[in-house]
């Protein structure tokens, strides 16, 4: 009996060994499951399921220093969908939520399997060009600007048109910065922007200035905020049927220390774009 019992204590305490065991590699199972849910959605957008800023970053990275190697071309697009605040402010998130959405699939349906589309925040998308000419990216830029602009999205039973604004920019091997070369295609996208929105503009040499002098305005203004520089002035508004004073507008003046008063002209859509102000 002493040898049965025995025997059937070794029994349970293998049985429990097998099952503990089992436990360990289910919940070491679990951990990387979640491990590799956690890495899946820390590089893709969860809204409109194209790739992160962080999987872009790192892709774009690895792509410039293939470039570097095999000497392939390489260019980049800076995307901007046109107004988009107010298609926010007029027709709400969900809507805004709606129109990212289907933006970002039209441009997955127009690129190469090679291509890397990702959204970089807000508005703002970019795309991953590797092995592709001036040309090739020249046609694929205004194949996206078309397509966007003869999409529709219904809106309570109307459609709602929405356009894309496109810089474009080549990778350039003097300059192995990514940050560099996504400030020459941002530069590109501001003067598309500039030039009436709904196209593509090439980054080149002459729009270097502008970009320095946008970099500066930028740095100025995130300093001049908190050190009080702009000021506010009170417009009076007035019915003009009557000649009655019926309230005031409040405008913002940038009295710089060095470079005098600033017009909002020339501070107002740069705050705007780079988000100092919404």
Request: proline share 3%; net charge negative; aromatic share 6%.
């Amino acid at each position: 009996p002493l040898a049965k019992g025995i025997n059937a204590m070794v029994a349970r305490i293998a049985t429990t060994q097998e099952e503990l065991q089992q436990q360990i590699t289910q919940v070491t199972q679990e951990l990387r499951d979640q491990k590799d849910a956690a890495e899946l959605a820390a590089r893709t957008d969860s809204l409109t399921g194209v790739a992160s800023r962080r999987a872009f970053s790192e892709a774009a990275e690895a792509e410039m220093q293939r470039a570097l190697r095999y000497r392939s071309e390489l260019s980049l697009l800076m995307m901007d969908l046109d107004h988009f605040k107010v298609v926010n402010d007029t027709h709400g998130h969900v809507t805004g939520d709606a129109v990212l959405v289907s933006f970002a699939q039209t441009v997955q349906q127009l690129v190469r399997k090679v291509d890397l589309v990702a959204r970089l925040g807000g508005e703002e998308f970019v795309v991953l060009l590797p092995n592709i000419t001036a040309e090739q990216a020249t046609a694929l830029a205004e194949r996206i600007r078309e397509a966007v602009y003869h999409s529709h999205l219904l809106v309570e039973g109307k459609p709602l048109q929405f356009s894309v604004s496109i810089g474009v920019a080549q990778f350039d091997r003097r300059e192995l910065s990514l940050t560099g070369w996504m400030a020459r295609a941002d530069a590109a996208l501001y003067q598309a922007k500039h030039q009436g929105r709904n196209r593509f503009t090439w980054f080149d040499s002459s729009m270097e200035r502008e970009l320095m002098h946008r970099n500066s305005l930028e740095s100025a203004m995130r300093t001049g905020i908190p050190n009080g520089e702009f000021e506010p002035y009170f417009e009076q508004l007035v019915d003009i049927s009557n000649g009655r004073l019926t309230g005031f507008e409040m405008l913002a003046r940038w009295n710089h220390p060095t470079r005098g008063l600033i017009a909002p002209d020339v501070f107002i859509p740069i705050a705007e774009e780079t988000g100092l102000i919404v």
